[in-house]
């Protein structure tokens, strides 16, 4: 029998399948706690990354700031370094300054001596060395002879220390000089090559600025990021232990009403006729079993009847007594139950919201098995709302439910 019921489920879904097709509303799957669980686990790891993610962020953020401070001492040492640099070449203008005014001084004295060495060359050319021996014996006396050799040896030591002073004072000046142009030479070229350096230390601590601020947003986002995910992860959560919680109240329901009994099946074929209605409320039949045509002009063919329920309280009630081996969702009918009711009958129900019955439990004749949702839409000129899909089958082929149906509505 488990066999029959088998092929019979595979047939009933293949159907329902098919002719759900003809519908062009998309609703979504509802969806199960598998699904979630895997949901939650992903969530985990995505928070769990992120978390991740944010430490590095933050430690290279802490690196970068260290960085930006170390770029920040070895500036400050450049521009001392750069000043200092910068007064010495004020202290070398100076220096150079007073070198040129004493260079000046030399110049006259140079220029003094040069006059008086040329006298003194112009002199010896043109006398010779009988000059001075003409002055000393020319001498009227002995005293005076004395005196005259006296002034021309004074004379003659002067002049030969004239020529030695210019030698030592245009050596000197030349010396200074040299001086004066390497050192503001050397000194420019460190102001120099300190102020490159110093550039060059602006531009990295630009460039480390502009990537620590990249970071400190990135960590915000990822912050950002991870909060969300945390949010969706409690929800989740709460959903889960919701939907969790509505499993173990439908399974003790089950037990109360003594449902994980086994129960006799058959004898639905008497019931032609007089079978319970299949909602708790009467509700209307919308569309009717077999081709039909709406008021859009568009043609199906409905395996069952489509019942318009009154309110969203109403119950999908069991027509018969049966044991359930289907329950799931389909596309445009929404959650889907199979009874199987022996004697190759079977029972379908769609759009059942919070069922409270799983596959394989037995139900009787009456039991509320859910109530009507929402998620199967209207069909080609049906009014929207509250709708479930009744079939009845027969070895797999679906049948009209209506002369079936007599029980109270």
């Known amino acids: 029998m488990q066999i029959a019921a088998r092929k019979r489920t595979i047939t009933l879904l293949s159907t329902l ?47 970068q700031a260290e960085f930006l401070n170390e770029l920040g001492t070895q500036i400050s040492a450049s521009e001392q370094l750069i000043n200092t640099l910068t007064r010495q070449i004020r202290t070398s203008s100076a220096e150079a300054s007073q070198l040129q005014e004493e260079i000046a001084e030399l110049d006259v004295d140079m ?9 003194y060359i112009v002199g010896l050319y043109k006398h010779g060395r009988r000059r001075p021996l003409e002055i ?75 990537l620590l601020e990249v970071i400190s947003s990135d960590i915000v986002k990822m912050r950002e990021y991870q909060d969300q995910r945390q ?18 109240a439908a399974r003790q329901l089950r ?12 004898g639905f074929a008497e019931m032609r006729g007089s079978l319970p209605w299949p909602l708790s409320s009467p509700g209307t039949v919308v569309r009717g079993f077999g081709r039909q045509q709406g008021r859009d002009n568009t043609v199906t063919n409905t395996p069952g009847i489509d019942i318009l329920a009154p309110s969203p309280n ?23 139950i199979i009874l199987d009711h022996g004697d190759d009958y079977a029972t379908v129900y769609t759009n059942a919201k919070d069922p409270q019955v799983g596959k394989g439990d037995p139900v009787f004749a009456g039991f509320a098995m859910a109530t009507v949702g929402t998620d199967m839409p209207p069909v080609a000129g049906e009014e929207a709302g509250y709708l479930m899909r009744f079939m009845i089958s027969i070895s797999g082929n679906s049948v009209d439910p209506a002369p079936w149906l007599g029980g109270t509505r």
Do not use: C, Y
Not at 111 to 119: H, K, P, R, S
């Open 17 to 63: 399948l098919l002719l759900s097709m003809v519908s062009w509303v998309h609703p979504q799957q509802p969806p199960q706690i598998s699904n979630l669980e895997r949901r939650k686990a992903e969530l985990q790891k995505e928070i769990e990354d992120a978390r991740i993610r944010a430490d590095q962020l933050s430690q290279d953020e802490n690196r």
């Open 255 to 266: 037990a109360e009403r003594g449902l994980s009994a086994p129960i006799e099946l058959g």
């Open 314 to 336: 109403t119950s999908i009630l069991a027509v018969h007594n049966g044991e359930v081996i289907h329950i799931g969702w389909l596309n445009f009918l929404g959650t889907v």
């Open 111 to 119: 220029d003094t001596l040069d006059d008086a060495v040329a006298a």
């Open 231 to 248: 949010e969706e992860l409690s929800q989740l959560t709460q959903q889960i232990a919701q939907m969790q919680a509505a499993a173990e």
């Open 136 to 210: 000393v014996l020319g001498s009227e006396s002995f005293t005076d002879g004395i005196k005259r050799l006296k002034g021309v040896t004074i004379l003659a030591n002067r002049q030969r220390e004239d020529v030695e002073r210019l030698g030592e004072i245009r050596d000197l000046r030349i010396q200074k000089r040299a001086e004066v142009t390497r050192s503001l030479n050397q000194q420019q070229q460190s102001r120099t090559e300190q102020r490159a350096a110093r550039n060059n230390l602006r531009n990295k601590r630009q460039e480390a600025q502009t």
